[in-house]
Each structure stands twice: as structure tokens, then as C-alpha cells.
């Protein structure tokens, strides 16, 4: 009976991926704002700072760039996430 337990729940995992919707892209700001968020309780406030001032030349820099290069992946690709990071 445990045989067939673990090959009965083996064979559902992936019963209905192709069902469910894409994840949809996150804005720039909310992932640089969850970031920060991430960041701050290990920097002391110095670093913070800085690394604030980063993040936004990043947000008004490449992260633009970036970001619209991944909507555009995004389109064309059901699982954009898996896919960048297999080919990076």
C-alpha cells in the first residue's frame, strides 16, 4: 500500500500544469520594494542607505531595460521564470 501511495501522488503532481495560468511579471518597484524589504533587517543603517541609492539607479538605469526585455520573454514564454534561469 505504500508503493502505491507514493506512485499515486508521483503521478498527480503535475496533473494540471498546463490548466493553470502564467505567472504574470512583477512590476520593477514591487521587486526592488521586496527587496529592500529583504535587505534591511541585515544592514545597519549606512549600508542601507547605500544600498538604497543603488537599487534606484538601477530602477532608473538597466533595471528598465531589463525589465521590459523580461515582459517581452514573458509573451512568448509559458513559464518565463524556469527559463531564464536555465539559460543563464
Known amino acids: 500500500m505504500e508503493n502505491q501511495l507514493a506512485k499515486s501522488t508521483e503521478e498527480q503532481t503535475f496533473q494540471y500544469q498546463d490548466s493553470l495560468p502564467s505567472l504574470p511579471v512583477p512590476s ?4 526592488l ?4 524589504e529583504a535587505v534591511k533587517p541585515f544592514a545597519n543603517k549606512e549600508e542601507y542607505k547605500k544600498t538604497k541609492e543603488i537599487v534606484q539607479k538601477f530602477q532608473d538605469g538597466i533595471g528598465r531595460k531589463l ?3 523580461l515582459l517581452e ?5 509559458r513559464n518565463w521564470v524556469f ?6
Open 28 to 31: 520593477l518597484e514591487d521587486s
Open 33 to 36: 520594494k521586496k527587496y529592500l
Open 67 to 69: 525589465h521590459q526585455k
Open 73 to 77: 520573454r514573458a509573451k512568448g514564454k
Open 83 to 88: 527559463v531564464i534561469v536555465l539559460e543563464n
